[in-house]
């Protein structure tokens, strides 16, 4: 049997199929006597469930980055909401019912009121409160968490999988994962592309349960499940995955080679990171430099405004390890689907077009000057250069560099030392596009930020579904402003890269560099594909 889907990673896996499923938990409900020895049961399944939301998100921190270990914390903080303690205590008081009921009444409760609000950010919250009630009622029944999971690494199928399960995955016993559901640019695909899993997502899984156990190819390329294949097939695919592990293992000769193609046109190459923990994948992968180093990881992470030190310590951190390679921090790039409570945000009909970034950022000095001073003294420790997002106009570059003059002459001040750092801004808008001319003669460089100029140029969120099928990367709109960024830039003596996913690309890679780009930067594991790609263009050949 043959089925198709859409590609998330590619690579080839043969394997037996195994079905994730979602534990259903069968809760009855049950009279109870003594009501405050069960709220006090529920007290401490919840305390438990936190402890297990802990380690998942040391293990995440580890493998996936800060941004992407997230949902663990505000699951907990889900966990430690008032409303929905109250709730379950209330009714186990009142009602004289088990913990079990009292909480999945009220996670079905809760879920249903997210799924009827109108703001999509809080609708998506709904499955959220589904996940921590489950994970409560698992430890009220004894439940091992998770699926068991044999000796034989397995090809995993499963309706859907969120970016929390597949972190819970031990990746050396999955082969590959198949879901009905998902996005080709939703967080989770982006995640699965980070934890180099081939995957596919939109596959006709009818007969879920009855693939369980049987024989699979999955082709991460061509975007295929074989179940049950003939010998001719299964063969074939042998041999592919053989060819296809011998080039993974051809990459690895490619550390320590330059990023120049066969023509001798040279191009930096670096890395994208989400925490100081990912350096090591960076230097492991053989990156020029950091490209791109989301700085907001410190606010997230945090229950308050992180300190200039605690700023300081993370940007020296890298800095250090980096031993002069260039770190481009990007300044605190939080609102729309980065939420922070304590920042007090209020709710926005359109986050993604609102109060975000440099806005946040040129509106609250307090805070921007705080990241900036820890930002220069990092610099006398490497090679930083900094980096704004969504800017829009000449007029919020000269106030960022009016900020930037104060905040050198307080540290001059206070004898503390820094270096000087280049600046430059993220070209993620249409708008800094079409006045790219004017944007280059205030700063040293561009890094367009492909993901939001995409979405913002075609007016399409890349994290809906069902716009997928017209979402597209390859716009011919898109790679024009690309270009017309490059030629103006370059014009200035500004140069110009990209840090978005569209880098990592290969199959834009030699337009790329007939553009004229000077950089590019990419997950780590993309390093040595692109590399590779590089090496083997000859921009002289028309």
Same mark, same amino acid.
């Given at each position: 049997?043959?089925?198709?889907?859409?590609?998330?990673?590619?690579?080839?896996?043969?394997?037996?199929?195994?079905?994730?499923?979602?534990?259903?938990?069968?809760?009855?409900?049950?009279?109870?006597?003594?009501?405050?020895?069960?709220?006090?049961?529920?007290?401490?399944?919840?305390?438990?469930?936190?402890?297990?939301?802990?380690?998942?998100?040391?293990?995440?921190?580890?493998?996936?980055?800060?941004?992407?270990?997230?949902?663990?914390?505000?699951?907990?903080?889900?966990?430690?909401?008032?409303?929905?303690?109250?709730?379950?205590?209330?009714?186990?008081?009142?009602?004289?019912?088990?913990?079990?009921?009292?909480?999945?009444?009220?996670?079905?409760?809760?879920?249903?009121?997210?799924?009827?609000?109108?703001?999509?950010?809080?609708?998506?919250?709904?499955?959220?409160?589904?996940?921590?009630?489950?994970?409560?009622?698992?430890?009220?029944?004894?439940?091992?968490?998770?699926?068991?999971?044999?000796?034989?690494?397995?090809?995993?199928?499963?309706?859907?999988?969120?970016?929390?399960?597949?972190?819970?995955?031990? !990746?050396?016993?999955?082969?590959?994962?198949?879901?009905?559901?998902?996005?080709?640019?939703?967080?989770?695909?982006?995640?699965?592309?980070?934890?180099?899993?081939?995957?596919?997502?939109?596959?006709?899984?009818?007969?879920?349960?009855?693939?369980?156990?049987?024989?699979?190819?999955?082709?991460?390329?061509?975007?295929?499940?074989?179940?049950?294949?003939?010998?001719?097939?299964?063969?074939?695919?042998?041999?592919?995955?053989?060819?296809?592990?011998?080039?993974?293992?051809?990459?690895?000769?490619?550390?320590?080679?330059?990023?120049?193609?066969?023509?001798?046109? !040279?191009?930096?190459?670096?890395?994208?990171?989400?925490?100081?923990?990912?350096?090591?994948?960076?230097?492991?992968?053989?990156?020029?430099?950091?490209?791109?180093?989301?700085?907001?990881?410190?606010?997230?992470?945090?229950?308050?405004? *992180?300190?200039?030190?605690?700023?300081?310590?993370?940007?020296?951190?890298?800095?250090?390890?980096?031993?002069? !390679?260039?770190?481009?921090?990007?300044?605190?790039?939080?609102?729309?689907? !980065?939420?922070?409570?304590?920042?007090?945000?209020?709710?926005?009909?359109? *986050?993604?077009?609102?109060?975000?970034?440099?806005?946040?950022?040129?509106?609250?000095?307090?805070?921007?000057?705080?990241?900036?001073?820890?930002?220069?003294?990092?610099?006398?420790?490497?090679?930083?250069?900094?980096?704004?997002?969504?800017?829009?106009?000449?007029?919020?570059?000269?106030?960022?560099?009016?900020?930037?003059?104060?905040?050198?002459?307080?540290?001059?001040?206070?004898?503390?030392?820094?270096?000087?750092?280049?600046?430059?801004?993220?070209?993620?808008?249409?708008?800094?596009?079409?006045?790219?001319?004017?944007?280059?003669?205030?700063?040293?460089?561009?890094?367009?930020?492909?993901?939001?100029?995409?979405?913002?140029?075609?007016?399409?969120?890349?994290?809906?579904?069902?716009?997928?099928?017209?979402?597209?990367?390859?716009?011919?709109?898109?790679?024009?402003?690309?270009?017309?960024?490059?030629?103006?830039?370059?014009?200035?003596?500004?140069?110009?890269?990209?840090?978005?996913?569209?880098?990592?690309?290969?199959?834009?890679?030699?337009?790329?560099?007939?553009?004229?780009?000077?950089?590019?930067?990419?997950?780590?594991?993309?390093?040595?594909?692109?590399?590779?790609?590089?090496?083997?263009?000859?921009?002289?050949?028309?």
């Amino acid at each position: 049997m043959l089925l198709k889907g859409k590609s998330v990673f590619g690579g080839i896996a043969i394997g037996r199929l195994s079905v994730y499923g979602k534990k259903d938990h069968q809760v009855k409900r049950i009279k109870i006597h003594d009501t405050e020895a069960e709220v006090i049961r529920f007290t401490s399944a919840r305390e438990k469930a936190k402890d297990q939301l802990t380690v998942l998100y040391d293990k995440a921190l580890k493998e996936v980055g800060e941004v992407n270990a997230m949902i663990f914390e505000v699951h907990k903080m889900m966990l430690d909401d008032l409303d929905y303690i109250e709730s379950i205590t209330n009714m186990i008081r009142s009602q004289e019912v088990n913990a079990e009921f009292a909480t999945a009444t009220t996670g079905d409760n809760f879920a249903g009121m997210f799924s009827a609000m109108e703001d999509e950010y809080m609708r998506e919250r709904a499955a959220d409160v589904r996940d921590i009630s489950n994970r409560v009622i698992s430890v009220l029944q004894g439940a091992s968490e998770g699926k068991e999971m044999g000796d034989e690494p397995v090809i995993l199928l499963a309706e859907d999988l969120a970016p929390s399960e597949t972190v819970q995955l031990d !990746k050396s016993k999955v082969l590959s994962f198949v879901t009905r559901k998902g996005s080709t640019n939703s967080h989770t695909a982006i995640l699965a592309r980070t934890m180099n899993i081939p995957a596919l997502i939109g596959v006709s899984l009818d007969n879920l349960e009855e693939m369980d156990g049987k024989w699979g190819i999955v082709d991460g390329y061509e975007g295929t499940l074989y179940v049950e294949p003939d010998r001719e097939t299964l063969l074939r695919y042998e041999k592919l995955k053989e060819e296809d592990e011998q080039k993974k293992r051809l990459l690895q000769e490619l550390k320590g080679k330059d990023n120049v193609t066969l023509d001798g046109k !040279k191009i930096h190459l670096y890395a994208n990171i989400g925490s100081v923990a990912d350096v090591a994948n960076v230097l492991a992968n053989d990156a020029g430099g950091i490209g791109l180093f989301r700085s907001e990881f410190l606010f997230l992470e945090s229950e308050d405004f *992180p300190t200039e030190e605690v700023q300081f310590n993370a940007y020296k951190t890298v800095a250090e390890n980096m031993a002069g !390679k260039k770190v481009i921090i990007r300044t605190l790039d939080i609102g729309a689907d !980065k939420q922070v409570d304590y920042f007090g945000l209020e709710k926005e009909e359109n *986050p993604a077009m609102g109060y975000r970034a440099i806005r946040i950022c040129l509106d609250r000095k307090e805070i921007f000057k705080t990241q900036l001073r820890a930002i220069y003294r990092a610099s006398y420790y490497g090679t930083i250069s900094i980096m704004f997002p969504m800017i829009i106009s000449v007029r919020e570059v000269k106030e960022i560099k009016e900020i930037i003059a104060e905040v050198k002459a307080e540290l001059d001040q206070e004898n503390l030392p820094y270096k000087d750092a280049e600046i430059g801004i993220m070209i993620e808008t249409p708008a800094a596009v079409m006045i790219s001319d004017l944007l280059a003669k205030e700063v040293d460089f561009f890094s367009i930020g492909t993901n939001d100029l995409t979405q913002y140029t075609l007016a399409i969120d890349r994290q809906n579904p069902k716009l997928d099928s017209i979402y597209d990367s390859h716009h011919e709109a898109v790679l024009r402003m690309l270009k017309m960024v490059v030629e103006n830039g370059h014009k200035e003596d500004c140069w110009v890269g990209i840090c978005g996913e569209l880098g990592a690309d290969t199959t834009l890679t030699e337009e790329f560099l007939r553009m004229g780009f000077d950089e590019l930067s990419v997950t780590p594991s993309m390093i040595l594909k692109v590399r590779d790609k590089i090496r083997s263009v000859n921009l002289s050949l028309k």
